[in-house]
């Protein structure tokens, strides 16, 4: 089974680049299947990990970047794969 891990961020408005350099180079203690790194109007960044995994699986996961770094705690959503599509 393939669960995916969503992490999402607001950083303080000037300040995206930054939570977003921030964000890459955060390093999790096992390696998941895939991981993804996006960026988005207002200062938003969002990291997708994909893992072998059961729903309710205990995997690492990006930790709270500094306070002073976001406007709110970190967005986090855990879901299971149901179908993949080819183009």
Partial sequence: ?????MWEARAVPGR????????RAQELPSRPLRRE?????QD???VLTWWDAEPDADLPELPEPGGEMVTRAVHRWRFESVDVSAG
């Fill in 1 to 5: 089974m393939t669960v995916t891990l």
């Fill in 44 to 46: 938003r960044v969002l």
């Fill in 16 to 23: 995206g680049e930054e939570l977003l350099a921030w964000a």
């Fill in 37 to 41: 790194t996006f960026r988005a109007p």
